[in-house]
């Protein structure tokens, strides 16, 4: 006998509507028999289904959607081998903070623990990787499950991040009672965002007015606050630096930004301001060994932002963008006491060492291999790209050059998991969220080859998306590590394939270049296909022997006390020292 077709006020039909209402435009997904009246009801509330080839890149295109959207991020993956291979991207938003919300389905309730097909236990797996993990196994809970799970993933009291939900698929068929579908749980009623404390925002004040060498540092806990933070730093005359999670926040010529001098500011502030950031690898778990007897003040939402490696002399709860709010209103019309020249020293030391940068990279030699230096990709890029373009960046070596030399408003890469492989998932994402502006996902061949596959998706879904492979053959920091760690190579080579023929198998506009003189024609010519809509892919040969700054810093082969060997040294000096 055929199932019983589905009602409009079934499980699944509940789950649909509650996303339609909550602004969720997109679900990305792959199908299965055991998620498939969710799938057809989303079509039925009219959300846009991008189905993809795995589901790990469902949820990496959540993930991206959630950060440029601004909302819910979602995924719907079907039971058993959905639900791990969406596994890495949940943990990837999980050290990301993402807003993403993974549905999937199990065998029906009657089935439970037989031995039935694709049947495992979803939400030991995730468990530890999710903000709220949950099998909902009685229709007339879907309705606060779905808003329970969507206040977590928001970070609603809490930290945001990663939230999980399964059906049992008769769940989803059955009828949901009118009684339950209580209008507060579909309504987003989110609680109101607050300020901090007001004595403590006075004692912020006091402690940024009269520091010497403010610092201030932003990240994922920013998003919303650009404005506020802008005008803090003009007031104050403060150094700034963002540490990816929240690039584009400040633009980069406010007299502030002085990314390129990053050591040297870590080591000279006197008072360090984290607005939602995190004290992580990237800044040295905030060891005194780095940032010499700086006093840390913090600005946070949530606990992991506000006293992780260090609480600080003061941390303030609330909302960044209200707070700094806060700050700006009860400082003094009277100057601080900044050291307005040490400030502006750096920024001219930042500012020659990026012109610096950005002319070595049009001249950057070519390898003893003849082809040419990954920064002459980057460089002409640079020309060619819109100055509003958003940059996704993934691989190893690659990524460290496009993160230092391809300057971007927005911009997206693996984060603190080191989650290589996301970047055509993220790029694709990223291009629905944002329709009107230019993506391009500058990735290693390495990094490409995981997720590969999803060049169909764009095509299928004309996502025109520019792709751009740094084909070196080779995993190629891990050949450096191997070189000079370990005296021998294995492993760690790929072949020099022809990205290129395989794009074009699957529609892209797509071409191979080996010369740095045909990079600007063939870059306009892809930009050209994305303006008819057509994703492109250019696969570019480039040396494997170019040292980018993560493989001289140390960080590829995993110092054991900090993440890079200076800060390591470092580390172990104040250490002995104390001892
Ligand atoms: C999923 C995953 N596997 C392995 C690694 C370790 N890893 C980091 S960078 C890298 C090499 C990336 O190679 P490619 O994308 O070709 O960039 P290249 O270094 O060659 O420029 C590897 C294997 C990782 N970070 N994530
Ligand atoms: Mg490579």
Redesign the pocket.
């Known amino acids: 006998m055929a199932p019983p077709p589905i009602t409009d006020n079934c499980g699944a039909a509940i789950v649909a509507r509650f996303l339609k209402q909550r602004g969720v435009r997109r679900v990305y997904g792959l199908c299965g028999g055991h998620v498939m009246p969710i799938w057809m009801r989303l079509d039925a509330e009219g959300i846009r289904i991008v189905d993809v080839r795995d589901e790990r890149a469902a949820v990496y295109m959540a993930h991206a959607d959630a950060q440029l959207g601004g909302g819910l991020g979602v995924a719907l993956v079907t039971a058993g081998p959905g639900v791990t291979n969406a596994m890495?991207g949940i943990a990837n938003a999980h050290v990301a903070r993402a807003a993403v919300m993974v549905l999937s389905g199990l065998p029906p309730t009657a089935q439970e623990n037989r031995g039935a097909l694709q049947d495992i236990v979803h939400t030991d797996l995730v468990r530890g990787i999710t903000r709220y993990a949950r099998t909902v196994r009685h229709p007339a809970l879907i309705p606060q499950e779905l808003a329970e799970a969507a206040a977590r993933a928001l970070g609603e009291g809490g930290e945001s991040g990663p939230v999980y939900l399964d059906f049992p698929v008769d769940t989803l068929r059955a009828d949901v009672p009118r009684a339950v579908q209580l209008p507060e749980l579909f309504e987003d009623r989110a609680a109101t965002p607050a300020a901090a404390h007001p004595a403590q925002v006075r004692a912020a004040v006091e402690m940024l007015w009269s520091a010497r060498r403010p610092l201030v540092i932003s990240g994922r806990g920013a998003q919303g606050a650009g404005a506020a933070l802008s005008e803090l730093l003009s007031r104050l005359h403060a150094a700034y630096l963002d540490t990816g999670e929240s690039r584009g926040l400040v633009a980069d010529d406010h007299p502030s930004v002085v990314a390129a001098m990053r050591g040297t500011v870590m080591g000279q502030a006197d008072v360090v301001l984290t607005v939602g950031r995190r004290l992580d690898f990237q800044l040295a778990y905030g060891s005194p060994a780095v940032f010499g007897d700086a006093r840390f003040l913090r600005i946070a939402d949530c606990a992991a932002e506000l006293r992780d490696n260090r609480r600080g002399t003061l941390g303030l709860f609330g909302d960044p963008a209200l707070t700094l709010r806060a700050i700006l209103d009860a400082a003094p019309t009277a100057q601080p006491a900044t050291d307005r020249a040490w400030v502006q020293g750096l920024r001219s030391q930042h500012l020659a060492r990026s012109d610096k940068l950005a002319a070595g990279m049009r001249q950057a030699a070519a390898g003893s291999d003849g082809l040419m230096h990954?920064n002459r990709v980057l460089a002409a890029l640079r020309e060619a790209l819109p100055a509003d373009a958003i940059v996704v960046a993934?691989?190893?070596?690659?990524?460290s050059f496009a993160r230092v030399g391809l300057p971007a408003t927005t911009y997206l890469d693996?984060g603190s998991l080191?989650?290589?492989?996301v970047g055509t998932a993220f790029g694709i994402a990223a291009r629905l969220a944002q329709p009107e502006r230019t993506v391009v996902v500058a990735?290693?061949?390495?990094?490409?080859g995981?997720n590969a596959m999803e060049i169909d998706t764009a095509v299928r879904h004309r996502v025109p998306i520019l792709v751009v492979v740094?084909n070196?053959g080779?995993?190629?920091?891990?050949v450096r590590d191997q070189q000079e760690t370990h005296g021998k190579v294995v492993g760690t080579h790929?072949q020099f394939a022809d990205h290129a023929a395989m794009a074009r198998a699957f529609g892209l506009h797509a071409e191979q270049v080996r010369e740095p003189e045909a990079l600007p024609a063939a870059i306009a010519r892809a930009l050209q296909a994305l303006a008819q809509g057509r994703p492109a892919l250019l696969d570019v040969l480039v040396t494997?022997e170019a040292a980018s700054s993560d493989a001289k810093s140390g960080l590829a082969w995993v110092p054991d006390l900090q993440p890079l060997a200076a800060w390591d040294d470092a580390e172990r000096r104040w250490r002995a020292a104390a001892a």
């Open positions: 890495t990954p993934d691989g190893g070596d690659f990524l693996p080191g989650c290589i492989g990735t290693g061949d390495g990094a490409f995981f740094a070196n080779a995993w190629a920091i891990e790929l494997p």
